[in-house]
């Protein structure tokens, strides 16, 4: 889906919702439910979320060994930056639209080495840099 798509759909009303989404350190969807209007108007460029998201176990505990999130050094934000390639509407979700987000570093925008998508990316690079693709 376009964002001129998304935009379309949401002026003819069949789009009302889109939630932004970063991979945790688990696999699930971790994010923000935004109105469209707004996300067209405020949050395509990026959004932010808590840092804790990327440094947590399966019962949302943190997980000691992180130098960017502990009790010791705080917890701060991520940019959250929507990659519009994967913009999709979510068929079991009536009018909603859900895109994935690179998370970068709040101060350098730097992808956070240890997020899930910056692995994955890290990982087609050195597949692509041998010879191979994925």
């Known amino acids: ?7 379309q759909d949401v002026k003819e009303g ?9 991979i945790d350190m688990q696999g699930r969807l971790m994010g923000k439910r935004f109105q469209a209007e707004f ?10 979320s ?6 947590t176990d399966m019962e949302m505990e943190t997980v000691e060994g992180y130098k960017s999130t ?18 999709r509407r ?7 639209a859900l895109v994935l987000c690179d ?3 709040h101060h350098t925008h730097e992808e956070v080495p240890h997020s899930p998508r910056a692995v994955l ?6 597949l692509q840099d041998n010879g191979f693709k994925a």
């Open 1 to 7: 889906m376009s964002v001129e798509q998304l935009a």
């Open 14 to 22: 069949r789009i009302d919702t889109v939630l932004a989404c970063q």
């Open 39 to 48: 996300f067209l108007e405020s949050a395509i460029d990026e959004t932010h």
């Open 50 to 55: 808590c840092n804790y998201l990327q440094a």
């Open 70 to 87: 502990s009790w010791e050094a705080g917890y701060g934000d991520y940019v959250m930056k929507p990659d519009l390639a994967t913009l």
């Open 90 to 96: 979510l068929p079991w979700l009536e009018g909603t």
């Open 103 to 105: 998370v970068l570093d």
């Open 121 to 126: 990316k890290k990982q087609v690079r050195r």
